[in-house]
Nanobody, 116 residues
Framework: QVQLVESGGGLVQAGGSLNLSCVASGNTDNINTMNWYRQAPGKQRELVALVTSWGSTNYADSVKGRFTVSRDDAKKTASLQMRSLKPEDTAVYYC??????????WGRGTQVTVSS
């Protein structure tokens, strides 16, 4: 089992920045990818960014150039640096991990609210 705990959410004005962190614990060996998803009220959960164990990253078009995802396997963390935040970035942000290409784990989420 892998436990994921997110932190760093909060309320910020449009144009501001936030840094989200995800700490993994438990059986953290062989985590292939760590992703960040978000879910806004009334909308489906969507993939925001991912980072693989070999450092490859990918981003949703809506956040490219504004968000940066990273991971530190030694510290068992993944981070999401968010800049130039927009009201439409308001959502609950979830950390996700996939292990051995088949087991998936979710954190409980952290709220990000961007005011206009």
């Amino acid at each position: 089992q892998v436990q994921l705990v997110e932190s760093g959410g909060g309320l910020v004005q449009a144009g501001g920045s936030l840094n989200l962190s995800c700490v993994a614990s438990g059986n953290t060996d062989n985590i292939n990818t760590m992703n960040w998803y978000r879910q806004a009220p009334g909308k489906q959960r969507e993939l925001v960014a991912l980072v693989t164990s070999w450092g490859s990253t990918n981003y949703a078009d809506s956040v490219k150039g504004r968000f940066t995802v990273s991971r530190d396997d030694a510290k068992k963390t993944a981070s999401l640096q968010m800049r130039s935040l927009k009201p439409e970035d308001t959502a609950v942000y979830y950390c996700y991990a996939q292990r051995l290409s088949k087991y998936v784990y979710w954190g409980r989420g952290t709220q990000v609210t961007v005011s206009s």
